[in-house]
């Protein structure tokens, strides 16, 4: 199991809402929130496998931006 965590551009439930059918659809997706009180508001995920690339893109295509935090 990894964590993914990525900053967003997420700034309110409707914003993480536009994403959560997408995101709940991916079963290697075990666990995902979006932390809306931090001024990054970062969303974490826990998954069995790298899925950035996906992940960047369901995000963008919603409107939002993302960027994966490292480390």
Do not use: Y
């Amino acid at each position: 199991m990894i964590t993914l965590k990525f900053k967003s551009s997420f700034k309110c439930n409707g914003c993480v809402n536009s994403v959560r059918t997408q995101l709940d659809a991916i079963p290697s997706i075990k666990e995902w929130n979006v932390d809306l009180e931090s001024t990054d508001r970062v969303l974490t995920l826990s998954c069995e496998e790298d899925i950035t690339a996906q992940i960047k893109s369901i995000v963008e295509n919603a409107g939002h931006t993302i960027s994966k935090i490292e480390g």
